[in-house]
């Protein structure tokens, strides 16, 4: 990567050469703008309110347990995928029995 002209400027009026390393961003945050029905932004905007959270930190917070769960299905073997699906299975006829 190419000197900031501020340095480049500085070095050529003093003949000094200055060394430079650009800082490494690790984590960069980065903005996503997303369209919502009305519906779905009330019902986000409550289950904010209801925790005491802004409508942000909130959408955070689902989307990185979303993406966490989504990894720990990942590595999930077959059997282990199986008794998972056998569970949520049993989940359903408990409820639809009432």
Sequence with gaps: MAKPKA????EEQT???IAYAPEVIVSQ???LSVRLTGDLAASLDAMAAERGLTLSHLVRELLAEA???R?????LDGRALADRLAADVAE??????G
């Design 7 to 10: 340095i480049q400027w500085l």
């Design 71 to 75: 990894a720990t299905v990942a590595k």
């Design 29 to 31: 945050d980065r903005h």
């Design 67 to 69: 993406v966490a769960q």
């Design 15 to 17: 003949g000094e050469t």
């Design 92 to 97: 359903v006829r408990r409820r639809l029995a």
